[in-house]
């Protein structure tokens, strides 16, 4: 693979989980304040329907990011010396075994979002 | 010999690293005044609050919408400034600085009046909404500011460092003005 | 098999040496130090400040332990306890524990972990100091005469709005946090840029230490969650003093706004606490067990992850304030799921004290009784995240005990083991081990003695933030327990600091490398010469030190390599991979930013007093010191 590809692959899996995540976390707990406050009843947001669609692009994201890093893990699999050689690809190497590590724990929590947005009734106090 | 032995790569100065840790912290300020007016507006069953009228369409929008376009000349100044060219330096920055203080002037007068006519301690509605809209005009001030210390510095020619500061301030307005639509964009959204 | 001489130092090497002390040498006196902008003075001077504070806090402590050793005591009356809860929570946290591990251990070691002569922002870092300490002065003076804080660290609307607490007090509180937290934003755009920009050469970002990684970490917390705590404090001081309505629902606002903004500050707050702590133990455990740190980029990673997991949790503060449940999933799940790179780093800590060759000398004990207590921290951190368990135990000594076990298990334990640790590397001095191990363990009984009943007496139901309890509900004999742990304690306390200005007195000489830790700090003198490093140097693993550059280095600074001894100089490096990008004059000793710093303390004082003109007219004055600052520019090459 060439140099350019591994660095916008590694990258990208690095920032782009983690982004999306926050992303998913802010929009999803607004559209919870939305529904759930007197506004909706001018908005009419259907909480399921939103936060389903919102955390199941999320976690599509979040495993395109999580591919990205292990196509650079793959890609780099022959480097002498591991992430312990000298720089570029060493460099590369690690940030894509840091983001496979990372990318695992905000599918995760997103997941976990998707599942309990869904399952738990809309809008009941805790 | 000093660094001969090794040869340099270019890089983006830590000057302009320390104005990108500015726009971050500044980035995150807004965005929770902007989560506290949506917080305000889930929570309320009509918007605005207290039967207070909302922002009017153009004389919040194309204000800001000119104050936008002047990241071209700053940018155009940053790239002029890097290629040593300073009387087009000075020239972008001047043609930027008319315009940013036009819209001082502008909003200055018209926030002066929009209070007069309802206070910020009407209500919680009027509390974010001059608060956003004062901690705007702040970060457009504080614009200014930078651009005429900028102004004096080149008075006296072009160094590296004026040419760091340059740099760090184009991207200052980068962030003012989109900070800038953002709010508008935000207090904008009470017509919807 | 014969070792090879190192090379002898030349005549022109000398020279160099001798350029480079007089270039950097700092200023004499008094004035030096108030005007120093050398990244090891700085931290010096934040360390003293710190333990100053760290005092401060400790008495408040002691009172409030003093006070609840049996029921009904009447030492203390509830108005003076809640001075003391809020000032000791103020204190501890913005106080102590932040600018000790960042601005006195971050700023120390950062530069010469990295191999840099300085920050990359020097004045700033001095400016960050003078306004931390202004600040602290400004609260303490508030105590002293009546008018601290008394709603608590975290403040909660309505009690603090003007309605329940109608004197200076919050007011005190929301400009002294703001102050506060524009040193330490500031330090934290110092840190993130130093990284980035003032590595040496060959120090990719693979091959930072991780004790860095531990500080970006937590530099890039605090410059995300600053902002939100200055915007609230900003709004309950509109509140307060110009009749906004920001928090009271009558007028359409929301008191859980306050604790929505604030805990968004808050709870990365708390992991900022502890991360740079992380990094302390992570660069105890390779020097003692000499061996690297197993699972390297896990680590760096997991210390990173902390902290941005971290900020979507905030909300688990806020289980009881009867938010719907499928809001509250959200901050469940990230707080589920936030305890695995916490839990990825323990078992590399312990996986390398395993693999290695284990010496248990102080700092190692101590930071064999940090792992104890954060896991255990952990354990009932972890059970915050049921929503039921959380809402039964919230406002109880259960919550007490969980942070203070974190808190002092995991960010004061690594403080102390660092004290010890870098002790040789700061003063030239040895500490004395045999002390050293028994205020380890004076110290670890007495804060096991102190919060582990806590968990107890927590869930029999005693409440937090009381000023006393009634007798017969089985408190009584734990709390006593408590306080004798607190003195014991404090007992652990002075025989630590005690045996660290023995051993600066009376210590034999260490030398330069007394542990052979692996990072570059360990390369140059102890204490380090003011430039830090003859030879920048070139990099080639995450353990330079075990890399034996040394012979290349005498022959670099023969050489003239990379010495740069004409002027006040150090490099710049590109961001990921560390190559050498510029070479950059700093600046030297300077009064604007003790001068700047005093401005801005007098605009916080004015507008506290309700004088907003003369406010105006020290913010002016502040305007003209950064004029003043920014006309002296750097040489050009």
Request: charged content about 10%; aromatic content about 14%.
């Amino acid at each position: 693979m060439k140099l350019r590809h591994l660095e916008i692959l590694q990258w990208g899996g690095l920032f782009l989980g983690g982004a999306i995540f926050a992303c998913a976390h802010v929009l999803g707990y607004g559209i919870v304040l939305a529904a759930c406050n007197p506004a909706n009843a001018t908005f009419g947001i259907d909480h399921h329907v939103w936060e389903g669609a919102l955390m199941a692009s999320a976690a599509v994201v979040v495993l395109i990011a999580e591919a990205a890093s292990v196509l650079v893990l793959y890609g780099t699999r022959d480097l002498a010396g591991g992430y312990e050689a000298e720089p570029p690809l060493s460099r590369i190497r690690y940030f894509a075994i840091t983001a496979a590590l990372a990318n695992v724990l905000f599918l995760s929590i997103v997941l976990l979002e998707l599942f309990g947005s869904l399952f738990n009734v809309a809008c009941r106090q805790a | 010999m000093t660094a001969a032995a090794f040869p340099r790569r270019p890089s983006l100065p830590a000057a302009w690293w320390g104005m990108v840790m500015l726009i971050c912290s500044e980035t995150v300020l807004f965005a929770c005044m902007i989560a506290t007016y949506f917080y305000f507006r889930f929570r309320s069953p009509i918007w605005p609050q207290g039967g207070v009228s909302p922002p009017e369409l153009i004389s919040t929008l194309v204000p800001a919408l000119c104050l936008a376009t002047t990241s071209v000349p700053m940018q155009l100044a940053a790239f002029a400034a890097r290629a040593g060219r300073l009387a087009w330096t000075r020239l972008y920055v001047v043609a930027a600085l008319i315009v940013q203080c036009g819209y001082l002037g502008f909003e200055i007068r018209d926030y002066n009046n929009q209070q007069n006519a309802v206070d910020i301690t009407h209500n919680a509605y009027t509390s974010i909404y001059f608060t956003l809209l004062g901690a705007d005009h702040g970060h457009v001030v504080i614009g200014a500011l930078f651009s005429f210390w900028l102004l004096w510095k080149l008075s006296k020619g072009l160094n590296r460092y004026r040419t760091n500061a340059t740099l760090a301030i184009a991207w200052y307005w980068h962030f003012a003005n989109l900070a800038t639509l953002a709010v508008v964009g935000t207090l904008l959204s009470a017509r919807v | 098999m014969a070792v090879a001489t190192p090379p002898a130092v030349t005549p022109a090497g000398t020279e160099r040496l001798d350029r480079l002390e007089r270039m950097w040498e700092s200023r004499p006196g008094i004035l030096g130090w108030l005007t120093t902008t050398d990244h090891k003075r700085i931290g010096l001077l934040y360390f003293w400040a710190t333990l100053v504070f760290f005092g401060a806090g400790g008495i408040e402590a002691l009172m409030m332990r003093t006070q609840l050793a049996e029921p009904n005591n009447n030492l203390i009356g509830p108005a003076t306890y809640d001075e003391l809860f809020s000032m000791h929570g103020i204190t501890m946290i913005f106080l102590f524990i932040i600018p000790m591990t960042t601005g006195a251990f971050g700023n120390y070691l950062l530069p010469l972990m990295i191999g840099a002569r300085d920050m990359a922002f020097p004045r700033m870092n001095a400016l960050s100091f003078w306004i931390f300490v202004s600040s602290g002065i400004f609260l303490y003076i508030a105590l002293f005469i009546g008018v601290a804080p008394n709603a608590g660290w975290y403040n909660y609307v309505p009690l603090s709005g003007s309605q329940y607490d109608p004197g200076r007090n919050i007011d005190v509180y929301c400009l002294g946090i703001i102050l506060n937290g524009i040193s330490s934003t500031l330090t934290a755009a110092q840190f993130i840029v130093t990284i980035f920009k003032s590595r040496a050469p060959g120090m990719s970002l693979n091959r930072l230490p991780l004790f860095c990684y531990a500080m970006f970490a937590a530099a890039v917390g605090l410059l995300f969650a600053l902002p939100s705590l200055t915007i609230d404090t900003i709004f309950l001081f509109l509140d307060r003093n110009i009749g906004t309505h920001f928090f009271q629902p009558a007028h359409g606002g929301s008191t859980l706004l306050w604790q929505t903004l604030f805990w968004f500050f808050g709870h990365p707050e708390v992991y900022i606490l502890i991360v740079p702590a992380f990094g302390i133990a992570t660069s105890i455990i390779p020097a003692f067990t000499q061996r690297k740190l197993v699972g390297f980029p896990l680590v760096a990673i997991a210390e990173v992850l902390v902290i941005v997991i971290g900020f979507g949790v905030f909300s688990h503060h806020m289980y009881a304030t009867g938010l719907p449940t499928v809001g509250l999933i959200f901050f469940a799940a990230a707080t589920a799921m936030v305890v695995i790179p916490s839990t990825i780093q323990v078992f590399s800590w312990l996986m390398s004290l395993i693999t290695g060759t284990p010496r248990y000398r102080t700092p190692l004990l101590f930071i064999g009784g940090f792992i104890f207590m954060f896991v255990i921290g952990g354990l009932s951190g972890m059970m915050f995240v049921a929503i039921p368990l959380d809402q039964a135990t919230t406002h109880t000594y259960f919550i007490l005990a969980h942070f203070h076990y974190i808190i002092f298990g995991a960010a004061v334990f690594p403080i102390f083991g660092g004290m010890y640790y870098w002790f040789p590397k700061v003063t030239g001095k040895m500490y004395f081990e045999r002390p050293g191990q028994i205020s380890f363990w004076v110290l670890f009984v007495g804060t096991n003695l102190l919060f582990f009943p806590m968990h107890i007496v927590g869930l029999l139901g005693m409440p937090r933030r009381d000023y006393t309890y009634p007798s017969g509900l089985g408190w009584g004999a734990y709390n006593l327990a408590e306080t004798i742990g607190g003195y014991i304690t404090l007992v652990g306390i002075l025989m630590l600091l005690g045996n660290l200005v023995v051993s600066y007195l009376r210590g034999e000489e260490a030398g330069p490398d007394p542990f052979h830790g692996g990072t570059l700090e360990w390369t140059i003198p102890s204490p380090p010469p003011d430039y830090n490093f003859a030879v920048i140097p070139k990099v080639r693993s995450a353990y330079p030190n075990w890399d034996g550059d040394a012979a290349e280095t005498t022959r670099r600074l023969n050489q003239g390599v990379l010495v740069l001894e004409q002027g006040h100089e150090q490099v710049e490096t590109t961001v990921a991979d560390g190559f050498l990008s510029d070479v950059v004059t700093m600046p030297h000793s300077s009064p604007w930013p003790i001068l700047l710093a005093f401005f801005l303390a007098m605009v916080v004082l004015f507008l506290t007093l309700g004088k907003f003109g003369v406010a105006g007219i020290m913010g002016i004055l502040c305007l003209l010191a950064l004029f003043g600052w920014h006309s002296q520019e750097p040489a050009d090459e």
